[in-house]
């Protein structure tokens, strides 16, 4: 027999959408927290028992709805968010579609009591898994009061996929935390079978957006900010050491609501490439304005994903704006954990102890010596960079004939000697303590931030064979030729296939003049097959350019002269980036004084 075609009914109409809508306690406080948000509450308080099964109960301060508006309240697809066609393309409420009391009173029972300002008394209804009753005096203050219990009582099938009671109110609390972070006006309180957990009064911006990240990273943040005609987008972001494997610590938003956005972590990411190891997370809290109508936000359940109308636009917004203040900002890593409560010392003081730690008289000046070598601490906000502009590297002298460090003018020369410990690091004063540095990952982060200069003035010099150099290839390794030959013609490599497994070396750039082009190119191939192939062009290059300032630098081992040392550590304070080498690794590790009398436990100064 054929199945019949009918409609629905109602009620099944409403499970349905409860199951895109309502996935767990945590995505009905969400719902629920934003009606409140868009009835224009200043106070809102979230009552929680056994992880949102037993009850959800949120109360706020806000318009109230008339009693006889309640039953339309629980109806699907009524709201009175929108009205026209056209207010679809430019919703500025949380809500607009009508439908999530429905849902969740189809899958619970559910309560409403409200009162608006200008009524004596304040209503109550029910919705009972669809089952709405009449509006009913009852006693309550201004607002209204959701209560949720006996959720998913007729779907047993999504109440099995359900966790703990505490995982599920660990994913409350972080529904909480993620919708208070952009609205600081408001007061929020959560608490758990009666036991007070989150509490976060009114408050300004940087306060509230700090509560939703832990206590270390607090220091160490810097302040984004940019606009330009159509967008506004502000924030804080983490220094690259506080990167994590996963986007725990990543927050954005569109106009107020949270979202999930795939270009913008990829902007985000792209914005920290080289300071961090790949793979890691930044920590950031970005939230962007702009005009309702430049942003669909009707295309995902619970409007967790939106679609820009030039998400390209938003890229390049956050990668610049983000790239441009840790350009601007002194990454250098702390070698321990930063202690807060330590008490502050005076700089002088501070140069004094450090003298005396290396049995040295105090120096007047104090390493690093270079005129604009960055500031060594980061308060959230202004990094020096935006008073101080940093002078353009010196690039006639950039590129040495020779992989060698070249000298700089004797201007910079620094008062505190460096000292070249086991012919692979340096150590030397700091304003408030003393660095060592990874001396072939600076001199790679260098080698990479003056090639990448130099090659935006053009291709770089090379030098062509008597006799081309012929080597094998495999045929994966030919493909990669191709498409990165235009590439290899700027970095001073010339290649050319001959053969069916074979390739010729031509040209090969005069910097790299000390090392061997057969086992250069081999190695590039080689491990080019394996980590450029459908790479973009800007990936492929900065995959090539590390290879080439990786091994053009000195390496571990290698001894320096005073003046190599000199001019590696004036360059520090002279390149982008010094912080991290172009993988990501630290080139530096910072010991302030502090620390080092931790560590002592000369606790008595
Ligand atoms: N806390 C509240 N204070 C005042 N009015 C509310 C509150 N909660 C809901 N309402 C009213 O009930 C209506 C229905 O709420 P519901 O959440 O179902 O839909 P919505 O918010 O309009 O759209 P969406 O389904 O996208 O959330 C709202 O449009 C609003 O008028
Ligand atoms: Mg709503």
Redesign the pocket.
Known sequence: MLPSIHQLSQTLVNKIAAGE?IERPASVVK??L???L??G?TRIEIEIEDGGLGLIR?T?D????VPS?LP???ATH?????TTDEDLFAIS???????????IGSVSHAR?L?RTADSDAAYEIFDRGGAISDPQAAAGNV??T?EVRNLFFNTPGRRKFLRGPSTEFSHISEAVLRLAIPHPAIAFKLSHNNRSVLDLPATTEIDRWLAAWPQEFIEQRLSVQTRDAELILRGIIGLPEMARPTAKWQYFYLNGRTIRDRVLQHALREAYRGLTEPGRQPAAILLIDMPPSDVDVNVHPT?AEVRFKDSGHMHSLILSAVREKLLGADLTPRAVPRDNTAPIIERRQLQEQLAAFFKQPPSQETFPSTPNAPAPEIKGGQSRSESEPQPKPRWASVIPETPRITSLPSSSTSATPAIQLHNSYLVAESDDGLIIIDQHALHERIMYEELSARLSRGPLESQRMLLPITLPASARQIDLLEQIKPLLARLGIELSQIGPSAVAIHAFPSFLSKLDPADFVTELLERGEQELLDLTQEEMLHGVLDMMACKAAVKAGDPLTPAEIEALLAKRGLIDRSSNCPHGRPTTLRLSLRDLEKQFKRTGF
Do not use: P, Y
């Open positions: 809508v719902e629920l934003e009606n409140a868009d009835a509450a949120i706020d806000g318009c109230g709805i508006e339309l309240a629980f009524a709201t009175s968010k929108l409420t949380m809500g607009f579609r009508g439908e999530a009391l429905a849902s409403i409200s607002g209204t959701l409007k």
